[in-house]
């Protein structure tokens, strides 16, 4: 079946524009998971949610951050007036359900912000 | 937070061994293994869970020691495959069932 997706794949914007980023979690797959990654370094826990409830949004850096999920399926990572410092890697995984459960990574969007 | 992982770097030749440790200051329900390679998502390879029980795949072994909270990965006679940069990632308690990951282990096996 297919697996993670994500789009857009690449993303270059100007400071001060809102971007928004999308995973398509693998179907039936309960729980969805963003991370951000720089070169180099582990996956960065931002948020996740089970089914379209946000259960921890504790590793979102500020409020420019937002996520959200409305039908449980298919998610949302949006960012207001991005800053150069926004530029890296965004992830998404998801899991059939939450905790100890095998994590299925997404390609990622790399965002760049100029 | 993040747990500690070491070496940071090995370099094997083909049909060597290698360890990679992983270890937190805080009280864990799991830890999860990954691999990475250049330019591609992190691929599951293992999760060993707090009281023994471990799901992942048949040809990588891992020990998790639930006292020290510490975590190794064992990949024996290695491949060229198995180069990739591997991360830890823990379940901790404190936290619930966010996953924090460590800095990662790059290991390179040469022909």
């Known amino acids: 079946g297919a697996g993670v997706s994500q789009s857009p794949r690449y993303k270059v914007t100007k400071r001060g524009q809102d971007v928004a980023l999308r995973c398509d979690p693998i179907?039936?797959?309960?729980?969805l998971y963003w991370y951000r990654q720089a070169l180099g370094q582990g996956p960065e826990f931002l948020t996740y949610f089970n089914y379209e409830a946000q259960q921890d949004k504790s590793g979102l850096p500020n409020d420019r951050f937002s996520a959200e999920r409305p039908e449980g399926s298919i998610s949302t990572l949006t960012i207001q007036r991005t800053e150069q410092r926004d530029s890296a890697m965004y992830r998404c995984?998801?899991?059939?359900?939450?905790?100890?459960?095998?994590?299925?990574f997404g390609p990622g969007t790399r965002l760049t912000v100029t | 937070q993040q747990p500690v992982q070491s070496p940071q770097a090995v370099i094997l030749r083909e049909g060597e061994d290698a360890v990679i440790n992983c270890s937190s200051s805080?009280?864990?329900?799991?830890v999860h293994w990954y691999r990475q390679k250049h330019g591609e998502a992190p691929i599951f390879l293992m999760i060993?869970?707090?009281?023994?029980e471990q799901k992942g795949h048949d040809k990588i072994s891992a020990s998790f020691n639930e006292k020290k909270q510490q975590s190794s990965l064992y990949l024996t006679a290695s491949q060229l495959s198995y180069s990739g940069t591997y991360f830890c990632?823990?379940?901790?308690?404190?936290?619930?069932?966010?996953?924090?990951f460590g800095a990662g282990t790059i290991l390179r096996v040469k022909s």
């Open positions: 990632g823990t379940e901790q308690m404190e936290y619930g069932n966010k996953l924090v």
């Open positions: 060993l869970l707090k009281g023994g």
């Open positions: 995984a998801s899991s059939l359900a939450q905790g100890s459960y095998e994590q299925y």
């Open positions: 805080k009280a864990l329900y799991s």
């Open positions: 179907s039936g797959h309960v729980s």
